[in-house]
């Protein structure tokens, strides 16, 4: 269970109340700003960001259309491979 503290942070008495878990939106967006400051030889989000936003765009697009082509074609593993953020396939099962 998450807690988030609540009140002046100097008190003495502790004011915590449970919190949601994140939705996945709210997971994405803190997995993006974590990753933002790394090293873009390493994490492709930092590349991006060194890049500048019409790379970022320009990805963002990519990806859309590589998953709407997978949904209409019923492609379920497709779909889920490229909204999850998992590395691709292995060439002997990709499509």
């Known amino acids: 269970m998450r ?10 008495q502790a004011d915590l109340a449970p919190v949601e878990p994140m939705d ?9 700003l974590a990753a933002r400051g ?6 492709r989000t930092a ?3 060194r ?6 765009a320009k990805k963002v697009a990519e990806e859309a259309v590589e998953v709407g082509l997978d949904a209409v074609q019923f492609e ?10 998992s590395p691709p396939l292995a060439a002997s099962t990709a499509r």
Do not use: C, N, Q
């Open 3 to 12: 807690l988030r503290w609540h009140g002046d942070s100097s008190s003495r």
């Open 24 to 32: 996945p939106i709210e997971r994405l967006y803190l997995a993006v």
């Open 38 to 43: 790394g090293d873009p030889a390493v994490s």
């Open 47 to 49: 590349k991006l960001f």
């Open 51 to 56: 890049e500048g936003l019409p790379k970022m």
């Open 76 to 85: 379920r593993e497709g779909v889920v491979r490229e909204t999850a953020g």
